[in-house]
């Protein structure tokens, strides 16, 4: 596995000037399949929503557990993140997504990394491309992290990332504990199989959907399942986007303020044996308002070996996934960009 990408294969086109520019039909590359569009799959109301769990409810282990199996996702509040820490980061980035195309062009990104502002998800040439932006950078292991290529403007910005990011790693610290005793293991067992506090991988991806002018023909991010660990996401709560896969339809996840969206990545659903559940979501886009949203991925050291809890393991729940590493799997999706749930079914 040593293919690395040094450049992408296509000029990038920033999502949100091609918004800017006032087109009216979008181009080609942004159409989705029919059945791959907002409105091809019956979608419930929001009558069914994920749970929102307040973890410092005595209930909140036991509803987080039923999440993990039933839903693979949940909101949680009382999560212990300063809550005017949260909003001043997702404005800073917010401020940095209006600052001049020039000004963020000094960070824009290659396959090699993907660290910094970035327009597409996939190196393939011709893939078929999202309505999003993004900025990329890395927080652990502390060797990978470089505030050198952190946004200097909004000159809050690089202070206000670190800080969050802290602050959000402590949450997932907290949550990984939580999930391995409801899974029966040690409370260190999760950390320890992503390498432990010093070599778990954590980075961030702060997506901007800038508003489309054919909503119903595209999409701000395809269907995909996130391939590391956990991901915290601080979704922009006066506009929805974020569906979740239920069944055959798409559920639109009505944010609150103050909460964070908790989802497993595919690295969980393997450590679990398939007793956790790794669930695809998309985000749609509106022609009203650009959308912004924070995503914190907690995954393994890249190279550590991954592979179902021995403990969980039993008769009648057979070893259900073959040992990776988090780099050699996400090679595939570096290729393709988001792809539903092909690469853990190919395990
Ligand atoms: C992601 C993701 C959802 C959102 O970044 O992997 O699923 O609402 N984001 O931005
Ligand atoms: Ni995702």
């Not at 005017?84 to 062009?105: G, V």
């Not at 502390?142 to 909004?154: F, M, S």
């Not at 009648?316 to 290729?335: F, K």
């Amino acid at each position: 596995m040593t293919t690395t990408v040094q450049a992408w294969p296509e000029p990038v086109v920033r999502v949100q000037h091609l918004s800017d520019s006032g087109i009216r039909v979008i181009p080609d590359r942004y159409v989705k399949k029919p059945a791959d569009r907002p409105g091809a799959a019956a979608s419930e109301g929001s009558a069914c929503d994920i749970p929102v769990i307040d973890m410092s409810s005595g209930d909140a282990a036991a509803l987080i557990d039923e999440a993990c199996r039933e839903w693979g996702f949940f909101q949680v509040a009382s999560h212990g993140v300063c809550p005017d820490l949260m909003a001043r980061c997702r404005e800073a980035w917010r401020e940095f997504f209006q600052l001049p195309l020039a000004e963020k062009q000094r960070y824009a990104n290659s396959p090699a990394t993907y660290e910094g502002y970035g327009s597409r998800l996939g190196v393939e040439k011709g893939i078929s491309l999202d309505w999003s932006d993004y900025f990329f950078l890395h927080f652990l292991p502390i060797g990978l992290r470089d505030e050198n290529k952190w946004p200097t403007l909004p000159v809050s910005c690089r202070e206000l990332a670190a800080e969050y990011s802290r602050e959000v790693v402590e949450l997932c610290g907290k949550l990984m504990k939580i999930l391995a005793r409801n899974l029966g293991l040690r409370e260190d067992y999760l950390l320890e199989a992503f390498g432990g506090e010093e070599e778990l991988g954590a980075c961030m991806r702060v997506n901007y959907y800038p508003k489309c002018p054919q909503p119903d023909r595209t999409l701000g991010l395809s269907s995909h399942s996130d391939p590391g660990g956990m991901t915290v996401l601080y979704s922009d709560e006066n506009v929805s986007g974020l569906q979740v896969r239920r069944g055959d339809t798409w559920i639109t996840v009505m944010p609150q303020p103050n909460t964070f969206i908790v989802n497993l990545g595919d690295q969980l659903q393997i450590l679990s044996n398939a007793n956790y559940k790794s669930v695809e979501h998309r985000v749609l886009v509106n022609s009203a308002k650009e959308r912004v949203s924070l995503a914190f991925f907690y995954n393994p050291k890249g190279d550590k070996v991954i592979k179902p809890a021995e403990e969980l393991v039993l008769p009648g729940q057979p070893l259900r996934y073959s040992p990776t590493t988090y780099n050699d799997y996400r090679l595939y999706i570096r290729m393709k960009g988001p792809c539903g749930k092909s690469q853990l079914e190919s395990l």
